[in-house]
């Protein structure tokens, strides 16, 4: 107990220099307040704000709380993306850009904001020409509820983890961007009681207390994870005169922080990339496929906070990757930094991203694209090849959007599946020599353009004739990726996905990947000998 008034007045001091710090020579503003309820504005107020100014102010209320901020005025020289004159507020200390709520001018208030946590700051700027009459601001310390407008957010019952206090009432209203839903998802719940006539959180699917768009909450079990159906969902916690219990947590995302990717492609970037991510943000991303499919995702970029020095962890920022579709699913990794990862490929046909932020040092974030792994049974004979896929997991393709070789060998409707059957001698087949086994090889497309969006994916089929055993890979990613897919697929000529239709074990990829390393290390040798015979 002792440790946290002096961890307070520690924070406060170091955090009053950089405030005062920042104030402008002549020009007094900004400041550390820390009442649990005040007042502050633009210098000058209700008059002109001088020019070339710069003020920060610190609202800092005991921890446990959040700070919510109302403007009564506001009136900043205008520019589109604010250049000029500008409020900046930050969820944290403004020397953090990872922090940032939002950026203001002009005579749009800005909304009514609520810090995730007990720090809120705002930043006062002004250049050389052009002033107006600035802002007037109210903040008060919050115990429970309020307006968030974060990507993401937790909120929990007052005093969580002790027991919530009798006759507490409290309301959060989550507001994402418009067109955008919000989810929530909680992952605590202990109230009083079975009934909900006593204790209970409800949740109601629009801005408004409407008793018919709500579900009351109580007892031991977590309510079920909640998607709204428009841009606003409101949670109302109540308790009664007596018996209490340890409350709830849950977690909100939503907007950019919160997508649900049903297309057999698609890329997936953390919020606001290449810009620096927001701190204290939970996102998911789900890939949810048809049945049938896998999903290979490829890892472009990755930039988050570094590993923790001490653990050597991803301790502070992460980037994790679940084989399904909750974080019950099993973990594929979790990166951090600059790791980058191989390309993954699921189990089934769902897949999870959670990026996970803590409170300061923000970095670039990460770039992922995936692929939706056709499924198909492939097999082969002495002469010849049959490619079977289930016409119900393309039911967006016609018969002819899927070829062996060139269009003009394509898949014949044969029941539920689309065939091809095609001997060696035709649609693009090849004989190569692979790991020293003479082999037959020739590419599957499955085209799953539309309009003018070219979407052609790639498959190597590929037969030992000998053993009658043949297999199938993912040639394409996008198309910056193509050569890393081929790459990876020489690599890993037996991925999951590759289901061969004669499962005799067939143990001979090892010496395939050999010969092949074999013939890129021959290849370098001899650039570098001819290089070095044009340099002598
Ligand atoms: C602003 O705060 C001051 C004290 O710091 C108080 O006297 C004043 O009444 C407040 N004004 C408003 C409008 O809340
Ligand atoms: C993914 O990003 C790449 C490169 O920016 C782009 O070429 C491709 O069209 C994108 N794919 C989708 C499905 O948006
Ligand atoms: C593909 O093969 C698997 C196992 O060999 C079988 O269960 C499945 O029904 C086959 N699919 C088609 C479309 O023939
Ligand atoms: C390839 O096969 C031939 C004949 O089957 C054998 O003599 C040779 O050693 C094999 N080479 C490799 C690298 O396995
Ligand atoms: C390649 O052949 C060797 C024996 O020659 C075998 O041990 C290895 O598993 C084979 N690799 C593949 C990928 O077939
Ligand atoms: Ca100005
Ligand atoms: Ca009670
Ligand atoms: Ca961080």
């Known amino acids: 107990m002792q440790n946290i008034p002096c961890k307070f007045i520690f924070m406060i001091t170091v955090l009053w220099e950089e405030a005062v710090i920042q104030a402008r020579k002549g020009v007094k503003c ?11 504005s633009s210098p000058n107020f209700p008059g002109l704000y001088p020019p070339y100014t710069e003020c920060s102010w610190l609202i800092v209320v005991s921890e446990g709380s959040t700070v919510q901020l109302t403007f009564h ?25 990872g922090n940032l709520l939002g950026k203001f001018c002009g005579t749009d208030f800005p909304p009514q904001l609520t810090s995730s946590w007990h720090v809120l700051s705002v930043l006062f700027h002004s250049d050389k020409h052009v002033t107006s009459t600035g802002f007037f601001a109210t903040y008060k310390k919050d115990i429970c509820g309020g307006i968030l407008n974060g990507l993401s957010g937790v909120i929990t019952s007052p005093d969580y983890p002790d027991n919530y206090p009798n006759n507490a009432e409290c309301q959060w209203l989550i507001q994402a961007a418009p067109d955008s839903k919000i989810r ?66 849950a977690h909100f995302s939503t907007g950019e922080c919160r997508e649900i990717f049903t297309t057999v492609k698609g890329n997936i970037t953390s919020p606001r990339y290449p810009d620096l991510y927001p701190n204290n943000i939970i996102c998911h991303w789900n890939i949810q496929l048809l049945p049938g ?37 099993p ?8 790791d980058t990862p191989p390309p993954l490929t699921s189990s089934g046909n769902k897949l999870l991203l959670v990026l996970v932020t803590d409170r300061d040092t923000a970095n670039k974030g990460f770039s992922v694209s995936y692929i939706g792994v056709v499924p198909m049974n492939v097999s082969c004979t002495r002469t010849d090849f049959q490619i079977l896929v289930p016409s119900q997991s393309v039911p967006q393709l016609e018969r002819s959007h899927i070829y062996l070789g060139s269009p003009s060998c394509p898949s014949q409707i044969s029941g539920n599946n689309y065939k091809i059957y095609a001997r060696f001698d035709t649609c693009g087949t090849e004989p190569q020599k692979r790991n020293n086994t003479s082999v037959i090889v020739s590419v599957l497309y499955v085209d799953f353009s539309f309009g003018t969006h070219e979407d052609i994916h790639e498959y190597e089929v590929q037969c030992e004739p000998k053993r009658k055993e043949a297999s199938v890979h993912i040639l394409s990613g996008s198309d910056p990726l193509r050569l890393n897919a081929l790459l990876d697929s020489a690599a890993e000529s037996r991925l999951p996905e590759a289901e061969s239709s004669e499962t005799s074990d067939n143990g001979q990829d090892g010496s395939d990947v ?13 650039l570098i000998a001819v290089v070095g015979l044009v340099l002598l």
Request: aromatic fraction near 14%.
């Open 73 to 97: 005025h506001f009136d900043l020289e205008f520019h589109e993306s604010c250049e000029y004159d500008y409020v900046k507020i930050y969820n944290g200390e403004s020397k953090d850009e």
């Open 293 to 329: 499919f896998h999903i290979k995702i490829f890892f472009r970029d990755i930039e988050l906070e570094e590993r923790s020095s001490l653990s050597k962890e991803c301790d502070y920022d992460h980037l994790s990757v679940y084989d399904g579709d909750s974080e019950d699913s």
């Open 331 to 338: 973990m594929l990794g979790r990166w951090c930094a600059s």
């Open 30 to 40: 900004g400041g550390v307040l820390s009442s649990s309820v005040g007042n502050f």
């Open 514 to 526: 050999i010969f092949i390393s074999i013939c890129i290390l021959a290849g370098i040798l001899m």
């Open 184 to 249: 929530l998802v909680f992952t605590d719940f202990q109230m009083e009681s079975e009934e909900c006539n006593f204790d209970y959180v409800a949740i109601f699917d629009g801005p408004n207390l409407e008793e018919n768009k709500a579900q009351r909450y109580c007892g031991y079990t977590n309510p079920p994870d909640t998607t709204s159906s428009s841009n606003e969902l409101l949670v109302v916690f109540k308790s009664d005169f007596n018996i209490g219990g340890r409350g709830f947590k």
